[in-house]
T-cell receptor, first 110, second 111 residues
Framework: NAGVTQTPKFQVLKTGQSMTLQCAQDMNHNSMYWYRQDPGMGLRLIYYSASEGTTDKGEVPNGYNVSRLNKREFSLRLESAAPSQTSVYFC?????????FGAGTRLSVL | EDKVVQSPLSLVVHEGDTVTLNCSYEVTNFRSLLWYKQEKKAPTFLFMLTSSGIEKKSGRLSSILDKKELFSILNITATQTGDSAVYLCAVYTGSARQLTFGSGTQLTVLP
């Protein structure tokens, strides 16, 4: 009964390094989302995927790319990390109107 | 631009108190409003509200929506230390593909 699983849980990068955040859901949901959460700013949408094979930009897509690998998996890539990308990243999948969230990845870019 | 505003930003109460958290919104083509509770990690779903005036209730928590005045409230009665969390309000608009979140209310319940 895993739900939405994110890896890694923590990551420290140096400016300019790249990395991919992984997300997988086992609930057979069509829609998946990537958010970032910064202090005092709630959750902001980076990218989403309404179904396998489609992706769309959210509110803050600059500096990120995504891949909807299959129905289960939706990855977020930082090609050249910047200190402004220090944040907590959440993946979610949607059933009807309800979004279910993973436990988050805490990313620090030095 | 769609906007969701929560108040207060933070609140400290003692066990047994009753609290009211507020969420107002200015959006085009409102579809539904959701409340989430966020402790240390992932936000967890509490309520979804679509119609005005119909109270949703779960134990000590309840919520109601006013679509004319464009706000929702979340009430917690007889608060417990386990209610300490950030409470997030979010709104679906249009095709209901994207949620717009407020910045949250940090609730601290002291023993």
């Amino acid at each position: 009964n895993a739900g939405v699983t994110q890896t890694p849980k923590f990551q420290v990068l140096k400016t300019g390094q790249s990395m991919t955040l992984q997300c997988a859901q086992d609930m057979n949901h069509n829609s998946m989302y990537w958010y970032r959460q910064d202090p005092g700013m709630g959750l902001r949408l980076i990218y989403y995927s309404a179904s396998e094979g489609t992706t769309d930009k959210g509110e803050v897509p600059n500096g990120y790319n995504v891949s909807r690998l299959n129905k289960r998996e939706f990855s977020l890539r930082l090609e050249s990390a910047a200190p402004s990308q220090t944040s907590v990243y959440f993946c979610a999948s949607k059933d009807g109107y309800i979004q279910y969230f993973g436990a988050g990845t805490r990313l620090s870019v030095l | 631009e769609d906007k969701v505003v929560q108040s207060p930003l933070s609140l400290v109460v003692h066990e047994g108190d009753t609290v009211t958290l507020n969420c107002s919104y200015e959006v085009t083509n409102f579809r539904s409003l959701l409340w989430y509770k966020q402790e240390k990690k992932a936000p967890t779903f509490l309520f979804m509200l679509t119609s005005s005036g119909i109270e949703k209730k779960s134990g000590r928590l309840s919520s109601i929506l006013d679509k004319k005045e464009l706000f929702s409230i979340l009430n917690i009665t007889a608060t417990q230390t386990g209610d300490s969390a950030v409470y997030l309000c979010a709104v679906y608009t249009g095709s209901a593909r994207q949620l717009t979140f407020g910045s949250g209310t940090q609730l601290t319940v002291l023993p």
